[in-house]
């Protein structure tokens, strides 16, 4: 666990979860028992982290109070929503080392039960936070899921650009990463937000959730299934187009890739998986060739980039034990390929 | 069409369609498709035309300004989206006289559907809205939700009181059309939004709501379905309580409704066929039975009742044409069943 050698951030993080837990026993039966199932799996809680410390960063390190940590729990509600619809619409069986919701429960609750968190994200918004905050996490949730439907509407063939490959993770990931850290600014500041320091924050966080993401989908080709609580390869047999294949594919002809996505491509597929395309390669061989060919450490190396980034905008802010944390744990989420 | 003898409204509920048919066109391909058709089938659009309504007596009956369209397409695409998810969830056919989304695209793609009219929502209001709304917005979709949830973690056995159907059905339409009106209040005020207003129009949309659900419910027993655009008889058929038959019941043992309502209770059965345990009666002997028993005159006495405490609200506002045309369209709304 990334919070390990932070206990106070730690015990922050288990108010969060107590928190969530309160809020999803509320309806009981099904929904509660799988939402609370979901919530109690390990997870890092990367989101509501960064909230806690973006207000503890603006208050002078005091720790959170009952709004701020309401505030972060909501955070998490909208991301395990988002979570759980997504699983429904790419069919994937594993969430955080267990079966996803659809699976246990069926796609009808499963939709109930995300819509249930969406919703409890939102009063819990009204209710405890700025107008400008419900202002923000409307625009954010905006964000996501056009870019969730964009995805899913462009065939593949849009996929195989750096470029689209990163307005894809931004909207996924890192746009909601920022969101995290400006929310803590905002209600922890007794009146308006200082602007420098959202700024700066929101960059961090913006470049913290590219460099996260590129190194999820490094470990989703080649990390262990009990690391990561997914089985591995899942985007390669989905013919999701992640850095690592699409910088291995740009990296040489010797690795017949150009080929598979150039067949993927006149295919019109929506979602084809490339081991198959790729004349029935196996996983273990796909794996070789995309390391032969670069797209891993061409991968990991532009996530250390975005990481380094975040850690310039980092060194803007005053040296406080916040700021060491997060310039501690970014690093750590760096080295969790081997 | 019940907006037929007021062509100003149409004009306005004209453009609201073509924004929403502008806001659903741009991700493309088969989401854009199915939300452009369910969008453009026969539908009342009443929660837009009560925001547009609201905006006029607040602002001395101008035409709705750009903004005001907005907010109304927001409002009806959050009611879209809550139909796209509870179909889903209801394992219901039909819709506004057509397949339900999910029926044609299956539940993957109509769960996407559903979450980006969600989220297209919210980018309307943060961008458009005052804050103020965002926050209002927010709450009344954790209301929705909520309310949705408990009744399907709820059995059957609390469904068998009048006051456990109003709190269902203020839940499902009469918040909604409350926020309607007030939405369109304070976007139309310059400054802060005259609470006196707002608290007329507030109630209003309430009872009004309150009545139309009814009134819907009656329909769902005893209307055609080429009227309803949905087969007669679902409500019954899933087991779902509304008042005709919560009223018939209470009414007369002769009608055997309480021993039946007995059996489901002991059965507990989530969702049961009324008309599988009331002996395998079909739909018309379960109307009349219903219609025997009193259920249907009295649930229109009841949609009669709030309909009344609307138009007393309404009285209490000075005497405008906007005043005219919602009294006469909730008298039309009351008279939907023949």
New interface residues.
Partial sequence: MVWDSFPEIRRELDRVRTELLREVSR??????EGLGDLLTRDSKLLRPAFTILAARIQNGGQAADEHIIKIAAAIEMLHAASLI?DD??D?ADKRRGGEALHVRYG???A??M???L???C??L???YAK??S??????T??????S???E???GPEDGWSVRSYLHRIIGKTAVLFSLSFHLGVIEASPGRADPLLVEILRRTGYNVGVGFQIVDDVLDIFGEAEITGKPSGTDLKQGVMTLPVILAAKNGRRLELSRVLNRVSRSGARRISLLKLWENRTLDEARLRIEDGGGKHGALAAAELYTRRAHRELKRLPETEERGILQAVTTQLLSRVS
């Fill in positions: 309806p009981g039966g099904r929904i509660s619809h429904i619409i069919r796609d009808r609750t939709v109930l995300g819509d249930y969406f919703a409890k939102f009063s918004i009204s209710k107008p400008e419900s202002v923000l996490i409307s625009a949730v905006g964000h996501l899921i056009e969730e439907v964009s899913y509407v462009r």
